[in-house]
């Protein structure tokens, strides 16, 4: 059974950096996706980061150049590095994990996501 747990989150000041990170376990898949949601309160939740089981990476607009995806597979992790966090950062961030590769503007489509964490908050105040 797949399960997804994500860890990392915190209170950090505007400009400060924070790594999320997201352990799955129990797959065996040879073709994944892996994403970074979030979700402020009254908004929809939000596609941040993807990335594939060849390592290709994908953002969204808000974040790029800031937030960086990553995956170490001995640990069977996966990390979102946020650099000059604001405060429109503020979320809850979700880890979510589908078999087979959603494609390069497929991989923010939450539907399409089988297996979800509970989420960790970041705030972004001072």
């Known amino acids: 059974q797949v399960q997804v747990v994500e860890s990392g989150g915190g209170l950090v000041q505007p400009g400060g950096s924070l790594r999320v990170s997201c352990v799955i376990s129990g797959f065996t898949w040879d073709v994944y996706t892996i994403a970074w949601f979030r979700q402020a309160p009254g908004k929809e939740r939000e596609g941040v980061s993807g990335i594939n089981n060849s390592g290709q990476t994908f953002y969204s607009d808000s974040v790029k150049g800031r937030f960086t995806i990553s995956k170490d597979n001995a640990k069977n992790t996966v990390y979102l590095q946020m650099n000059n966090l604001k405060p429109e950062d503020t979320a809850q961030y979700y880890c979510?994990?589908?078999?087979?590769?959603?494609?390069?503007?497929?991989?923010?489509?939450?539907?399409?996501?089988?297996?979800w964490g509970q989420g960790t908050q970041v705030t972004v105040s001072s």
């Open positions: 979510a994990a589908v078999r087979g590769w959603l494609g390069s503007s497929g991989w923010s489509w939450r539907p399409e996501y089988d297996y």
